[in-house]
């Protein structure tokens, strides 16, 4: 079982599919962010490393249809939220600031926002891409970087096909959720794959039965 080795990188259908056949996986991964640890995740992140009350910037680097970051702005009210996606398409039902554009050339300059978030998005990459992509996030955060993603582990590598036939899976989510749980992390991986980005003491937590991981960092 690749899930209990090492990270395993495969191709996930939803990245090729237009937007009519990817809007049903779309709404499945919005689904699962609302009632399987996402936005819960989300938010005790930001309770920790975000002041209350208090104006701030963030990027939602491949923000997809922008749920994250619509929980941002619900929030915090005060919070400037940008989301980015390498497919427009994508980001369609989403609202507030959009950017079309590509997480390996980010379209801002150093320093342009309060925090860099992603989440489920750095499992799609190699590692050495992913130090790639957190240090160009380190470069445009200023206070802090900040990633969501799940954790490589038997449990969520079977959920999604094991609980179809009762909630009802796109194809595509079934597909890609297995092969994005062998993409995924365990918690020394994501700080050490931050440190070797150059980021400040990273600290990543565990949350279950979410299987998600949250890491904080310090900007570079």
């Not at 899976?169 to 070797?196: C, K, Y």
């Amino acid at each position: 079982m690749h899930c209990l080795g090492k990270r395993l990188i495969v191709p996930e259908v939803l990245d090729t599919l237009p937007p009519d056949q990817a809007r049903a996986s779309l709404a499945d991964l919005v689904r699962i962010n609302r009632y399987w640890g996402g936005h819960s995740t989300l938010r005790s992140l930001l309770r920790q490393n975000v002041p209350d009350g208090q104006p701030f910037s963030i990027l939602d680097v491949g923000a997809a249809s922008g749920d994250m970051g619509a929980c941002i702005e619900r929030w915090y009210p005060a919070a400037k939220v940008t989301l980015l996606d390498y497919l427009e398409t994508h980001l369609k039902s989403s609202s507030g600031q959009r950017v079309a554009g590509d997480a390996f050339r980010l379209p801002f300059r150093a320093g342009s926002f309060d925090y860099v978030f992603c989440s489920l998005f750095l499992h799609h990459f190699s590692d050495d891409r992913v130090v790639e992509l957190l240090r160009d996030f380190g470069a445009l955060a200023r206070k802090a970087v900040l990633v969501i993603d799940l954790e490589r582990n038997p449990i969520p590598y079977y959920f999604i096909a094991w609980s179809r036939p009762l909630l009802g899976w796109d194809p595509v989510t079934v597909h890609d959720g297995a092969i994005s749980v062998e993409a995924a992390f365990h918690r020394r991986e994501l700080e050490d794959l931050a440190r070797q980005a150059g980021l400040r003491s990273p600290e990543a937590r565990v949350f279950r039965p979410a299987f998600r991981i949250a890491l904080a960092a310090g900007s570079a």
